[in-house]
């Protein structure tokens, strides 16, 4: 399975949403993940449908739904907030009305 098709795939089995990937992947890699070194790759994408579609969580997600940028609750692990950063929402979340 190429890497576009994987990520279009997982964002559908973990939000119940539909989506094109719409620019080519951020990769960053993680060395303070308590799971270990990780290598992330991060695909951006838009919904094929018009609006917010209302996400469902997966059977391996407690929860999924749509933040404002400066509404985001604390992320799980740092390179989450890095992704955030590095795809020019970090200063964003920090600065809407």
């Known amino acids: 399975e190429e890497a576009p098709v994987a990520a279009v795939r997982e964002a559908v089995e973990e939000t119940g949403i539909a989506v094109a990937v719409t620019a080519p ?4 890699t993680e060395t303070d993940d308590p799971r270990g070194d990780t290598l992330n790759v991060n695909y ?11 996400p ?5 997600a407690a929860d999924a739904a749509w933040w404002r940028l400066d ?5 799980a692990f740092t390179n ?6 590095e795809m020019g929402l970090g200063d964003r979340r920090r600065s809407l009305p």
């Open 80 to 85: 989450h907030e890095r992704t955030l950063t």
């Open 25 to 28: 992947p951020l990769v960053l």
């Open 56 to 60: 469902v969580p997966g059977d391996d």
């Open 71 to 75: 509404e985001v609750p604390p992320l």
């Open 44 to 54: 951006p994408c838009t919904p094929l449908v018009a609006g917010l579609p209302v």
